[in-house]
């Protein structure tokens, strides 16, 4: 089977369409920030599927995919908990909600704009 064919990656490409049409509408600054991370990990998406696919040997390049995937969806914001100083807010953009933890925890750093 071809990989164009396969779902996971007519979900993948989905999504990477869908990122382009959201990146679009993005502030200039987010555009070449936020938006460049998010037009490049869906582009790794593709790649890392279309790797795996094309190969004899599949476990080796589905682990890579697989942690890519799994890499850690909570992003920590600037804003401190000011009820409890030692936590900070962060965002899980694998779900959208938001959670104070403790500031000792290894999440990633993204910018998040409050409303």
Known sequence: MRYENLPIY???????VYV???VKSFDKYYKY???E????YSKEL????HRANSRVEKSEHLLLLRDK???SNNYW???ENVSNSSNAWNVNFNNGNTNNND??????VRCVRGR
Do not use: H
């Not at 991370?37 to 490049?40: G, T, V, W, Y």
């Not at 500031?103 to 990633?108: D, F, H, I, L």
């Open 10 to 16: 007519k979900s993948a490409m989905d999504l990477a």
């Open 20 to 22: 382009e049409q959201i």
């Open 33 to 35: 920030t936020i938006g």
């Open 37 to 40: 991370d998010l037009r490049n």
């Open 46 to 49: 593709l790649f890392l599927i």
């Open 69 to 71: 995937c799994e890499e």
């Open 77 to 79: 914001s600037s804003s």
């Open 103 to 108: 500031k000792t925890n290894e999440y990633y």
